[in-house]
């Protein structure tokens, strides 16, 4: 998990929690500049979950981290509520248990080690891992080291949490199990998030909305909104067609 630097949040209107309008980012490189985005806008209510899909290179990443205050557009708007990094790997801390890594962001606050225990124990139970509190990362699954991370960036007390393909790096029975765990954490636990995936049917398993950007440099090329109840079934003829539509989407830019 990481914090976005302490500072006021960035002005919004009151129906927004994310909004970018425009932005564009390039990095400078041995090789030469690259652009990463290029004219990206994007935006989240209060509370919705907004998946974001494209082609690998084409700057979901650098999106994030513009959201989180880790990266200044080189032109354009960012504006966000404040905002916790989950990271692709979960980048747990292999000396800490499970309850101290949890427990990092608290820490990060002023919290003293007991207190940080104190506050994530509840949690621990809640995300089924009341048994593995003293148990430490290389011990546990990594379905377990994923609820460890995202419960660490729940307890940064964010409004908007940015979720870097919170489960790409597991195995296809942990990740749908994790997808819809994560589903019932956010039934119960509503937050922004701004979900960057590969797999376009998690994206509409997870989210209200889906944005499909373009190969780098990214840019939005499409919108799909789903009304729809959660949980989804992958099976439903209403889910499979919002995958095809997806799917559409990229292959018109790939």
């Known amino acids: 998990m990481v914090e976005a630097p302490p500072e006021e949040p960035r002005e919004l209107n009151a129906e927004d929690a994310v909004r970018l309008e425009l932005v564009s980012r390039t990095f400078r490189t041995k090789r030469g500049p690259i652009q990463a985005l ?147 954490v956010l039934e119960s636990e509503p937050r922004t998030v701004i979900l960057i995936t590969h797999d376009v049917e998690e994206a509409v398993v997870l989210a209200d909305r889906v944005v499909v950007m373009s190969p780098r440099p990214g840019h939005a090329i499409g919108e799909i909104d789903i009304h729809m109840p959660r949980p989804r079934k992958r099976t439903d003829p209403a889910v499979v067609e919002l995958r095809e539509r997806a799917l559409a989407a990229l292959g018109a830019e790939s």
Not at 109 to 128: C, I, K, V
Not at 160 to 177: G, H, K, M, S
């Open 38 to 184: 290029a004219g990206m806008s994007l935006h989240a209510s209060p509370r919705e979950v907004v998946a974001v899909v494209g082609p690998s290179g084409c700057g979901k990443t650098t999106l994030l981290e513009l959201i989180c205050g880790l990266q200044s557009p080189d032109s354009g708007t960012v504006r966000s509520a404040p905002a916790a990094l989950m990271p692709q790997r979960d980048l747990l801390l292999p000396w800490l248990s499970a309850i101290d890594n949890a427990g990092l962001a608290l820490r990060a606050r002023g919290a003293s080690r007991e207190q940080a225990r104190q506050a994530a124990a509840p949690w621990l139970e809640r995300f089924g891992l009341e048994r593995f509190e003293r148990t430490r990362p290389a011990e546990l699954s990594g379905g377990m080291r994923q609820r460890v991370s995202f419960l660490r960036t729940l307890l940064a007390g964010k409004p908007v949490l940015a979720l870097d393909e919170p489960f790409a790096a597991l195995d296809a029975i942990t990740r749908q199990d994790m997808q819809g765990w994560l589903a019932r």
